[in-house]
């Protein structure tokens, strides 16, 4: 019989069997050198400033302040070696910025969020630091604040608003309707006064109907027929209710405050300077939201619109930063109608018009449009809002000036 052939089986020793790829890419970790550091915690050796198997950190609060105070600013606002290759782009590059993120180049800068936050509260309280509206305005105390400082209107509404009952809460209003015209006719020949306290007697007189309504909900309508009390809303055109008696109650509550900004007009000043920064946040989204509206065939998603927002801001922020320190500079080094005087003033005029050019070149190297494009919804985005910025504010200050 002819001998069959086996087949030859392969030196699995002599030739090792290859291993996939995946497998060849996964690198070696590190391991302990045999007198490294060992986390507090769980006795584990370090690998790098955290430990790897419970996650505590390496450092502590146990350290020096400066060191502390480097990690703080480090966490909170991301200032690092990134702030000298941010804030200069920031400045005078428009667009730089936004278009490096979008581009992915993102670790070797301040993120957006962390630049406005940083920049706005820096810059606004070194504005409210730097200014003293108590000698710059003068306020002389008037006869009306005089007069509106003797009626108080917190007193007039806690006695309405402790009132048991239908009886004393009219009672109590009326008490409060003839303080109100006393001083009223004890002020008469002051301008102004009898709209003043005619804007008081409203508000009493609304804060006991609503009173009335709490106790005893059919009783009020049962006066109004008897023409013991009067519903009428405090109106402003075009405002709805609700918006139109907070309104009239803080524009009262701020005449009554007067004389206090009288005789402290930093209490404005404060109170203005607190509420921007939060109008201003407020604003970001509607900010982006008008940039989405004007540039919505560019189909960019509503976060793009937000890091070129947050970038304006920060600009912006940075940008009355700069003033307040050249305000201060001017009046420390230097005096009215000298040459030092005239080159600050010329620097601020110089910031002041950068303003304008630098926002409507970011608008053009980011969204890329032709000039006239970019020029008319430029025009248009700046109107909208600053619209809606100066309504913020205002309502934002009133109501912080009203509190105090």
Not at 367 to 390: E, N
Request: hydrophobic share 50%.
């Amino acid at each position: 019989m002819s001998e069959i052939a086996s087949p030859i089986k392969p030196d699995l020793a002599a030739e090792p069997r290859s291993q996939p790829e995946s497998a060849q890419a996964i690198p070696d970790i590190p391991s302990a050198a045999p007198n490294a550091a060992r986390c507090g915690n769980c006795a584990e050796p370090l690998l790098g400033p955290h430990c790897y198997a419970c996650g505590q950190p390496e450092k502590s609060l146990v350290r020096q302040f400066p060191e502390l105070l480097g990690d703080f600013f480090g966490a909170v606002f991301g200032l690092d070696s990134r702030i000298a290759r941010t804030f200069g782009p920031l400045l005078l590059n428009p667009g730089f910025l936004t278009n490096e993120y979008f581009a992915g180049r993102r670790v070797r800068y301040v993120s957006p969020v962390r630049l406005f936050v940083f920049l706005c509260l820096t810059a606004f309280f070194a504005a409210k630091l730097s200014s003293d509206w108590k000698t710059t305005f003068n306020f002389n105390e008037s006869t009306t604040s005089q007069a509106m400082a003797e009626s108080n209107l917190d007193q007039m509404e806690h006695s309405i608003a402790t009132a048991t009952s239908v009886e004393e809460v009219l009672r109590q209003r009326d008490l409060a309707l003839a303080e109100i015209a006393e001083v009223a006719r004890e002020s008469s020949d002051v301008p102004g006064i009898s709209g003043l306290m005619n804007g008081v007697e409203q508000i009493v007189r609304k804060h006991a109907n609503q009173r009335i309504a709490q106790l005893d909900p059919t009783a009020l309508q049962q006066l109004a027929e008897e023409g013991q009390i009067e519903i009428q809303p405090l109106q402003i055109d075009g405002a709805p209710s609700a918006v139109n008696a907070w309104f009239v109650r803080q524009s009262a509550r701020l005449t009554l405050n007067i004389s206090r900004i009288e005789k402290d007009p930093n209490l404005l000043k404060d109170a203005l300077f607190g509420a921007i920064p939060s109008a201003l946040f407020v604003m970001l989204p509607f900010f982006a939201l008008s940039l989405g509206v004007l540039y919505v065939f560019k189909r960019r998603l509503y976060m793009e619109h937000l890091i070129v927002a947050l970038h304006s801001h920060a600009f912006l922020s940075l940008a009355l930063l700069l003033a307040v320190l050249l305000f201060d500079l001017r009046a420390w080094l230097s005096e009215p109608h000298t040459l030092p005087h005239a080159l600050f003033n010329l620097a601020l005029l110089a910031l002041a018009l950068w303003v304008p050019v630098y926002l409507l070149l970011m608008q053009k190297r980011v969204y890329r449009q032709g000039w006239p494009m970019t020029a008319m919804k430029f025009f248009v985005l700046g109107v909208v809002y600053i619209a809606l910025l100066s309504s913020a504010a205002a309502i934002a200050g009133l109501a912080s000036v009203a509190s105090f």
